[in-house]
T-cell receptor
Framework: AQSVAQPEDQVNVAEGNPLTVKCTYS??????LFWYVQYPNRGLQFLLK??????LVKGSYGFEAEFNKSQTSFHLKKPSALVSDSALYFC????????????FGAGTTVTVRA | KAGVTQTPRYLIKTRGQQVTLSCSPI?????VSWYQQTPGQGLQFLFE???????NKGNFPGRFSGRQFSNSRSEMNVSTLELGDSALYLC????????????????FGPGTRLLVL
Protein backbone atom coordinates (compact mmCIF):
# COMPACT_ATOMS: atom_id res chain seq x y z
CA ALA A 1 0.00 0.00 0.00
CA GLN A 2 1.17 3.47 -0.71
CA SER A 3 1.54 6.07 1.99
CA VAL A 4 2.71 9.57 2.57
CA ALA A 5 4.08 10.70 5.90
CA GLN A 6 4.51 14.20 7.22
CA PRO A 7 6.44 13.53 10.41
CA GLU A 8 5.86 16.94 11.95
CA ASP A 9 2.38 18.07 12.96
CA GLN A 10 3.63 21.60 13.50
CA VAL A 11 6.55 23.72 12.36
CA ASN A 12 7.30 27.07 13.95
CA VAL A 13 9.79 29.50 12.46
CA ALA A 14 10.62 33.19 12.74
CA GLU A 15 9.95 35.44 9.80
CA GLY A 16 13.00 35.67 7.56
CA ASN A 17 14.32 32.26 8.59
CA PRO A 18 14.38 29.22 6.31
CA LEU A 19 11.28 27.04 6.32
CA THR A 20 11.30 23.29 5.77
CA VAL A 21 8.26 21.01 5.77
CA LYS A 22 9.12 17.33 5.61
CA CYS A 23 7.48 14.63 3.54
CA THR A 24 8.42 10.99 3.02
CA TYR A 25 6.65 8.43 0.89
CA SER A 26 6.35 4.69 0.58
CA UNK A 27 5.07 3.48 -2.77
CA UNK A 28 5.42 0.77 -5.35
CA UNK A 29 6.58 2.26 -8.58
CA UNK A 30 7.51 5.75 -9.64
CA UNK A 31 5.76 8.46 -7.64
CA UNK A 32 4.24 11.69 -8.79
CA LEU A 33 4.57 14.06 -5.83
CA PHE A 34 2.67 17.24 -5.03
CA TRP A 35 2.56 19.96 -2.40
CA TYR A 36 -0.58 21.91 -1.56
CA VAL A 37 -1.29 24.66 0.96
CA GLN A 38 -4.57 25.34 2.73
CA TYR A 39 -5.49 28.60 4.41
CA PRO A 40 -8.30 28.71 7.00
CA ASN A 41 -11.74 28.10 5.52
CA ARG A 42 -10.29 27.73 2.05
CA GLY A 43 -9.64 24.90 -0.39
CA LEU A 44 -6.23 23.59 -1.29
CA GLN A 45 -3.89 25.67 -3.41
CA PHE A 46 -1.32 23.95 -5.60
CA LEU A 47 2.31 24.85 -4.88
CA LEU A 48 4.47 22.51 -6.95
CA LYS A 49 4.92 18.99 -8.23
CA UNK A 50 7.61 16.49 -9.15
CA UNK A 51 7.01 14.30 -12.16
CA UNK A 52 10.39 13.50 -13.59
CA UNK A 53 13.66 15.18 -14.46
CA UNK A 54 15.41 17.70 -12.25
CA UNK A 55 15.17 16.72 -8.59
CA LEU A 56 14.82 20.34 -7.50
CA VAL A 57 11.39 21.70 -8.29
CA LYS A 58 10.48 25.36 -8.03
CA GLY A 59 6.92 26.41 -7.39
CA SER A 60 4.64 29.25 -6.42
CA TYR A 61 5.30 31.92 -3.77
CA GLY A 62 9.03 31.19 -3.59
CA PHE A 63 8.65 27.57 -2.51
CA GLU A 64 10.79 24.73 -3.80
CA ALA A 65 11.09 21.03 -3.07
CA GLU A 66 13.76 18.43 -3.57
CA PHE A 67 12.96 14.91 -4.67
CA ASN A 68 15.33 12.40 -3.07
CA LYS A 69 14.75 8.91 -4.39
CA SER A 70 17.23 7.16 -2.09
CA GLN A 71 15.65 8.70 1.00
CA THR A 72 12.12 8.58 -0.47
CA SER A 73 11.59 12.17 0.53
CA PHE A 74 10.11 15.29 -1.00
CA HIS A 75 10.72 18.11 1.48
CA LEU A 76 9.23 21.55 0.89
CA LYS A 77 11.50 24.53 1.46
CA LYS A 78 11.46 28.29 1.41
CA PRO A 79 14.64 30.28 2.00
CA SER A 80 12.98 33.14 3.86
CA ALA A 81 9.59 32.60 5.48
CA LEU A 82 6.86 35.22 5.67
CA VAL A 83 4.11 35.59 8.25
CA SER A 84 1.66 35.08 5.39
CA ASP A 85 3.11 31.56 4.86
CA SER A 86 1.36 30.46 8.04
CA ALA A 87 -1.03 27.75 6.87
CA LEU A 88 -1.63 24.00 6.64
CA TYR A 89 0.62 22.20 4.16
CA PHE A 90 -0.13 18.86 2.52
CA CYS A 91 2.13 16.50 0.67
CA UNK A 92 0.44 14.11 -1.78
CA UNK A 93 1.49 11.20 -3.98
CA UNK A 94 0.03 9.46 -6.97
CA UNK A 95 1.22 6.15 -8.43
CA UNK A 96 0.10 3.80 -11.15
CA UNK A 97 -0.30 0.90 -8.73
CA UNK A 98 -3.05 2.81 -6.92
CA UNK A 99 -4.89 3.80 -10.08
CA UNK A 100 -3.28 7.20 -9.79
CA UNK A 101 -5.53 8.23 -6.93
CA UNK A 102 -4.13 11.21 -5.03
CA UNK A 103 -3.16 10.20 -1.47
CA PHE A 104 -2.48 12.94 1.04
CA GLY A 105 -0.32 13.15 4.12
CA ALA A 106 -1.85 14.23 7.41
CA GLY A 107 -0.70 17.80 6.97
CA THR A 108 1.74 20.10 8.73
CA THR A 109 0.68 23.35 10.35
CA VAL A 110 3.23 26.07 9.74
CA THR A 111 3.35 29.11 11.99
CA VAL A 112 5.65 31.96 11.08
CA ARG A 113 6.07 34.48 13.89
CA ALA A 114 6.90 38.10 13.24
CA LYS B 1 -10.28 31.68 -15.91
CA ALA B 2 -12.67 31.24 -13.06
CA GLY B 3 -11.63 28.64 -10.53
CA VAL B 4 -13.50 25.62 -9.27
CA THR B 5 -16.77 26.63 -7.65
CA GLN B 6 -18.73 24.67 -5.11
CA THR B 7 -22.24 25.23 -3.83
CA PRO B 8 -23.45 25.60 -1.22
CA ARG B 9 -20.51 26.72 0.91
CA TYR B 10 -22.15 25.79 4.18
CA LEU B 11 -24.87 23.31 4.99
CA ILE B 12 -26.55 22.07 8.15
CA LYS B 13 -28.51 18.83 8.07
CA THR B 14 -29.87 16.37 10.59
CA ARG B 15 -29.16 12.67 10.86
CA GLY B 16 -31.06 10.56 8.37
CA GLN B 17 -31.45 13.32 5.81
CA GLN B 18 -29.76 13.34 2.45
CA VAL B 19 -27.68 16.07 0.85
CA THR B 20 -26.49 17.02 -2.62
CA LEU B 21 -23.37 19.08 -3.20
CA SER B 22 -22.48 20.70 -6.49
CA CYS B 23 -19.17 21.38 -8.20
CA SER B 24 -18.41 23.36 -11.35
CA PRO B 25 -14.90 22.67 -12.67
CA ILE B 26 -12.57 25.10 -14.33
CA UNK B 27 -13.69 25.72 -17.90
CA UNK B 28 -12.22 23.08 -20.19
CA UNK B 29 -11.42 20.64 -17.39
CA UNK B 30 -12.94 17.24 -17.91
CA UNK B 31 -12.05 15.37 -14.73
CA VAL B 32 -13.65 16.02 -11.36
CA SER B 33 -12.62 14.40 -8.08
CA TRP B 34 -14.20 14.63 -4.65
CA TYR B 35 -12.50 14.49 -1.26
CA GLN B 36 -13.65 14.48 2.33
CA GLN B 37 -11.61 16.38 4.89
CA THR B 38 -12.03 15.81 8.62
CA PRO B 39 -9.75 16.57 11.58
CA GLY B 40 -9.52 12.89 12.46
CA GLN B 41 -9.12 11.23 9.06
CA GLY B 42 -7.53 14.05 7.11
CA LEU B 43 -8.08 14.21 3.37
CA GLN B 44 -9.68 11.13 1.88
CA PHE B 45 -10.48 10.43 -1.75
CA LEU B 46 -14.13 9.76 -2.49
CA PHE B 47 -14.39 9.32 -6.27
CA GLU B 48 -13.35 10.68 -9.62
CA UNK B 49 -15.39 11.28 -12.74
CA UNK B 50 -14.34 11.72 -16.32
CA UNK B 51 -16.70 12.02 -19.29
CA UNK B 52 -19.71 11.29 -17.09
CA UNK B 53 -18.20 7.99 -15.92
CA UNK B 54 -16.86 7.13 -12.51
CA UNK B 55 -13.32 6.05 -13.11
CA ASN B 56 -11.97 5.77 -9.59
CA LYS B 57 -13.50 5.20 -6.19
CA GLY B 58 -12.25 5.45 -2.63
CA ASN B 59 -13.25 3.37 0.37
CA PHE B 60 -16.53 4.95 1.32
CA PRO B 61 -19.92 3.28 1.87
CA GLY B 62 -22.54 3.24 -0.83
CA ARG B 63 -24.35 6.13 0.86
CA PHE B 64 -21.86 8.32 -0.94
CA SER B 65 -22.52 8.65 -4.63
CA GLY B 66 -21.84 11.08 -7.40
CA ARG B 67 -22.40 11.87 -11.00
CA GLN B 68 -21.04 14.06 -13.73
CA PHE B 69 -22.98 15.86 -16.39
CA SER B 70 -22.11 16.42 -20.04
CA ASN B 71 -20.80 19.91 -19.23
CA SER B 72 -18.40 18.33 -16.69
CA ARG B 73 -20.25 19.74 -13.70
CA SER B 74 -20.52 17.20 -10.92
CA GLU B 75 -22.76 16.49 -7.99
CA MET B 76 -22.15 14.44 -4.90
CA ASN B 77 -24.94 12.91 -2.86
CA VAL B 78 -24.87 11.52 0.64
CA SER B 79 -27.94 9.63 1.77
CA THR B 80 -28.99 8.76 5.32
CA LEU B 81 -26.58 11.21 6.88
CA GLU B 82 -24.64 10.26 9.98
CA LEU B 83 -22.93 12.50 12.51
CA GLY B 84 -19.57 11.28 11.21
CA ASP B 85 -20.34 12.72 7.78
CA SER B 86 -19.71 16.20 9.14
CA ALA B 87 -16.75 17.40 7.13
CA LEU B 88 -15.39 19.75 4.53
CA TYR B 89 -16.10 18.28 1.09
CA LEU B 90 -13.66 19.37 -1.56
CA CYS B 91 -14.00 19.13 -5.29
CA UNK B 92 -11.00 19.26 -7.61
CA UNK B 93 -10.77 19.45 -11.38
CA UNK B 94 -8.00 18.68 -13.85
CA UNK B 95 -7.77 19.12 -17.62
CA UNK B 96 -8.10 15.52 -18.75
CA UNK B 97 -7.71 12.02 -17.46
CA UNK B 98 -7.55 9.87 -20.52
CA UNK B 99 -4.99 7.46 -19.07
CA UNK B 100 -2.16 9.57 -20.34
CA UNK B 101 -0.41 12.29 -18.37
CA UNK B 102 -1.26 11.45 -14.78
CA UNK B 103 1.10 14.14 -13.68
CA UNK B 104 -1.69 16.63 -14.24
CA UNK B 105 -2.42 18.95 -11.38
CA UNK B 106 -5.75 18.94 -9.59
CA UNK B 107 -7.17 22.36 -8.77
CA PHE B 108 -9.39 22.57 -5.74
CA GLY B 109 -12.51 24.52 -4.98
CA PRO B 110 -13.19 26.24 -1.63
CA GLY B 111 -15.22 23.31 -0.35
CA THR B 112 -18.64 22.77 1.16
CA ARG B 113 -18.70 22.54 4.93
CA LEU B 114 -21.38 20.09 6.02
CA LEU B 115 -22.54 19.87 9.60
CA VAL B 116 -24.77 16.97 10.57
CA LEU B 117 -26.74 17.39 13.80
Amino acid sequence: AQSVAQPEDQVNVAEGNPLTVKCTYSVSGNPYLFWYVQYPNRGLQFLLKYITGDNLVKGSYGFEAEFNKSQTSFHLKKPSALVSDSALYFCAVRVRSNDYKLSFGAGTTVTVRA
Amino acid sequence: KAGVTQTPRYLIKTRGQQVTLSCSPISGHRSVSWYQQTPGQGLQFLFEYFSETQRNKGNFPGRFSGRQFSNSRSEMNVSTLELGDSALYLCASSPSWDRGPFQETQYFGPGTRLLVL
